[in-house]
């Protein structure tokens, strides 16, 4: 069976030149007639084709040409429907946010990495945190808090001493940023259901902005987190370089 294959590549002149060698080697379709997208550059621009192409339904295979290609696979010209092929699927399903600002306006937006609390001010974010409706930690003195899928986990989550969760462990990372009070929580681990509801005290005093992957809504009074797997997508991996093989490696890495 063919493969009609759709490419995207962010703005750098190097994705761009690997863009028309490829149309030129196995030519191309529009996305929405596609059977797989591939994507050239680096996690950022993987992250905005997910959310571009969401409603599509099809699976993407990416090739680093970018900075960070975590989700990515090597860049090669050569051989590219024998790769497709023979590559391994990988689900990744996204986080909901829904969020209520100080003027009482909402927002919702899907993050495929994370979703982030972040203070706008010198002031310390005051957060409460409740799972499923039940609140867990009164006030959390921070710099922020972030809600992590595995797939996330060596992102952002990551760089703030966040656990990396194995791809299939069905668990999310919730993971404080800068923690001052209580000082000695680290976070917790939670059922890939659990719903997360993220209070701001004094949101004029002390203004937080949420940030779902790129999406960013500042002064908020509330943020909501829930997985949301009606709204998986597929990404595709060399059988050599797969996903969950990359996440495990990360966490012997020196």
């Not at 680096?42 to 900075?67: E, I, N, S």
């Not at 009482?104 to 706008?120: H, K, M, P, T, W």
Request: aromatic residues 6%; charged residues 20%.
């Amino acid at each position: 069976m063919s493969t009609h294959i759709a490419f995207l590549a962010n703005l750098s002149a190097e994705a761009q030149r690997a863009r028309a060698e490829l149309i030129a080697r196995y030519g191309e379709v529009a996305p929405q007639h596609a059977s797989v997208l591939v994507a050239l550059g680096g996690d950022g621009f993987m992250l905005r084709t997910l959310h571009a192409m969401l409603d599509l339904r099809v699976p993407v295979f990416g090739m680093k040409l970018g900075k960070v290609g975590f989700l990515m696979n090597h860049y090669r010209a050569e051989d590219l429907p024998a790769r497709l092929a023979r590559a391994h699927a990988t689900p990744l399903a996204p986080l909901h946010m829904r969020v209520q600002t100080r003027d009482d306006g909402s927002e919702e937006a899907l993050a495929f990495n994370e979703v982030s609390l972040l203070r706008q001010t010198n002031q310390a974010a005051h957060l409460q945190i409740a799972l499923n409706d039940r609140v867990k930690l009164d006030e959390l003195i921070c710099d922020g808090a972030l809600v992590a899928t595995p797939a996330g986990s060596t992102a952002y989550n990551l760089s703030a001493h966040g656990p990396i969760l194995p791809l299939d462990a069905n668990v999310l990372a919730l993971t404080p940023i800068s923690p001052f009070r209580p000082r000695r929580w680290r976070g917790a681990l939670l059922p890939v259901d659990t719903q997360v509801r993220i209070e701001v005290r004094e949101p004029e005093l002390r203004p937080v902005s949420a940030t779902a992957d790129f999406h960013e809504v500042r002064d908020i009074r509330s943020v909501v987190v829930r997985s949301q797997s009606e709204h998986a997508v597929t990404l595709l991996f060399d059988p050599e370089h797969k996903l969950a093989e990359r996440i495990l490696d990360e966490q012997f890495a020196l």
